[in-house]
């Protein structure tokens, strides 16, 4: 999804049902689905690829090493 989607989706969710708290979810060691009031935005981070189940993060000091590296805004 794109970051534009992203945001009209919230700016839908805002005007139909208010300024709402944030919430995140997680899943414990044990599988327990677990909630947190969010308090963090996100950040931009590098991604070899954005293809498939699982993607691998780059570091910022290693993307000379990447050239098609991704830039993504994570949320969590």
């Known amino acids: ?3 534009s989607k992203y945001i009209e ?3 839908r ?3 139909y049902e208010g ?3 944030v919430v ?3 899943v ?3 599988m327990e689905i ?3 009031k969010k308090e963090y935005a ?6 070899e690829v954005l293809d498939g189940g699982y993607i691998l993060q780059v570091d910022v000091e290693e993307l000379d090493d990447y050239p098609d590296a991704v830039r993504a805004f994570c949320i969590n």
């Open 34 to 36: 677990e909630f947190y």
């Open 42 to 47: 996100g950040s931009i981070l590098y991604f």
């Open 13 to 15: 969710t805002l005007k």
């Open 24 to 26: 995140q979810s997680d």
């Open 28 to 30: 414990d060691s044990d």
């Open 9 to 11: 989706l919230l700016q």
């Open 1 to 3: 999804m794109k970051l």
């Open 19 to 21: 300024d709402l708290e």
